[in-house]
């Protein structure tokens, strides 16, 4: 192998077009095109601009010599079924989010991942490279702020016209996307919420099937989790806000901290945890509080930071990291295993809504999700049902 690895670009569409081009400028070191696929014959006159080969058929890729690894950059189905494949033929994977539609089919990837510990298998969080998020991360994980009490993500930034959904007969159906916010532009704030936070033990969600859009998936969702040990959490997304929130909140026993916009955190801290506060102070420094007579700065400081926008640098870090996790330097800041838990999260908000119960996530019936799933899938007539 040599220095640099040389990934295998599967779909030229948007996504793959722009990694595309991060690697043939220059900025993603250690990388290299090896090769490009796409069913369309009409994108190797892009393949052949990037002076590199091209397929129509990824197995043939794969298995060509001219790749260390790929990337999947092709619809949400086909995400393990290519990785599955790489990977049984010696070729590392990058896989998109989500790592699959339902919990069963990610499971098998991630399962016959395991296989192959030779082999490097990452998912495209390319949100986790933001270091708002990596020093927010640490800091929960500090316990500095004390246990978690409530978090709500309000994440309404996703706004998409009707022409986006018009654009393919697959877009936000059952059978060809298998959802539609949770599964399509939502699953960072769910990777990296679960990051964070943790993972929630249960959920009971509502949503909004073709709410403002002419679709058949969600536009509109509202869950609410149960951390376990009074901790709970609700995420809003939808994508019919024009305006948009971007919005993390968590509180904590020994402080809050609030994100907007995935740029600026502010981070309250208490100088004692709040059941302490609470218990010392008598309702007249309570009255003093709330009137501007006591200095808060003798309960709490607060320190705001803007991290800017990092938008194309996140992108460029997965990629440089996968490059340097195969050749053995680093560790994966996103392996393909994490991407279970965004699947299953989105699985159950679906389930909940759909039975109108709250669901388990530590013990997921994933049998009865797929069973509705392809009930959705057979009504829409278009598509093969899933297994």
């Given at each position: 192998m040599s220095d640099n690895i040389r990934l295998g670009i599967i779909g030229l569409g948007a996504e793959g077009g722009m990694y595309a081009g991060f690697i043939a400028s220059g900025r993603v070191p250690g990388m290299e095109i090896g090769a490009i696929c796409?069913?369309?014959?009409?994108?190797?006159?892009?393949?052949?601009?990037?002076?590199?080969?091209?397929?129509?058929?990824?197995?043939?890729?794969?298995?060509?010599?001219?790749?260390?690894?790929?990337?999947?950059?092709?619809?949400?189905?086909?995400?393990?079924e290519v990785g599955v494949y790489a990977l049984e033929h010696g070729v590392h994977a990058l896989v998109e989010k989500p790592v699959g539609v339902y919990t069963?089919?990610?499971?098998?990837?991630?399962?016959?991942?395991?296989?192959?510990?030779?082999?490097?298998?990452?998912?495209?969080?390319?949100?986790?490279?933001?270091?708002?998020?990596?020093?927010?991360?640490?800091?929960?994980?500090?316990?500095?702020?004390?246990?978690?009490?409530?978090?709500?993500?309000?994440?309404?930034?996703?706004?998409?016209?009707?022409?986006?959904?018009?654009q393919s007969a697959w877009r936000a159906t059952w059978g060809g996307e298998g959802g539609g916010v949770?599964?399509?532009?939502?699953?960072?704030?769910?990777?990296?919420?679960?990051?964070v936070c943790g993972v929630p033990r249960s959920v009971f969600a509502k949503c909004q099937y073709g709410f403002r859009r002419d679709i058949a998936v969600e536009d509109e969702v509202n869950a609410l989790v149960d951390f376990g040990d009074g901790a709970t959490g609700?995420?809003?997304?939808?994508?019919?806000?024009?305006?948009?929130?971007?919005?993390?909140?968590?509180?904590?026993?020994?402080?809050?901290?609030?994100?907007?916009?995935?740029?600026?955190?502010?981070?309250?801290?208490?100088?004692?945890?709040?059941?302490?506060?609470?218990a010392g102070m008598s309702m007249e420094d309570v009255k003093n509080l709330f009137t501007g007579a006591l200095d808060p700065t003798t309960l709490m400081?607060?320190?705001?930071?803007?991290?800017?926008?990092?938008?194309?640098?996140?992108?460029c870090e997965v990629l440089r990291n996968f490059a340097a996790a195969v050749r053995g330097e680093e560790e994966l800041l996103a392996p393909g295993a994490?991407?279970?838990?965004?699947?299953?999260?989105?699985?159950?908000?679906?389930?909940?809504?759909?039975?109108?119960?709250?669901?388990?996530?530590?013990?997921?019936?994933?049998?009865?999700?797929?069973?509705?799933?392809?009930?959705?899938?057979?009504?829409?007539?278009?598509?093969?049902e899933r297994a």
């Open positions: 796409d069913i369309l014959p009409e994108k190797k006159e892009a393949a052949d601009g990037y002076g590199v080969p091209f397929y129509t058929d990824y197995r043939q890729m794969v298995t060509s010599g001219d790749v260390d690894a790929v990337v999947t950059t092709v619809p949400h189905y086909l995400h393990p069963k089919q990610a499971k098998e990837l991630i399962s016959y991942a395991a296989t192959r510990p030779e082999l490097t298998f990452g998912v495209f969080f390319n949100q986790r490279t933001n270091p708002l998020y990596q020093d927010l991360r640490r800091l929960i994980a500090s316990g500095e702020l004390g246990a978690l009490k409530h978090t709500t993500w309000t994440i309404t930034t996703w706004w998409r016209p009707q022409g986006y959904y018009d949770l599964v399509n532009q939502a699953p960072h704030q769910l990777d990296l919420w679960q990051w609700s995420f809003i997304t939808c994508t019919n806000d024009i305006a948009g929130t971007d919005r993390l909140e968590i509180l904590c026993d020994k402080g809050k901290v609030v994100v907007e916009d995935s740029q600026t955190v502010t981070i309250t801290r208490l100088n004692e945890d709040e059941r302490t506060l609470s400081t607060t320190e705001t930071k803007d991290y800017g926008s990092v938008w194309g640098e996140q992108h994490d991407g279970i838990h965004g699947v299953r999260l989105a699985n159950a908000i679906h389930l909940s809504s759909w039975t109108g119960q709250e669901v388990s996530i530590e013990d997921f019936d994933e049998d009865t999700y797929l069973t509705l799933l392809n009930e959705r899938i057979a009504a829409e007539g278009a598509f093969e």
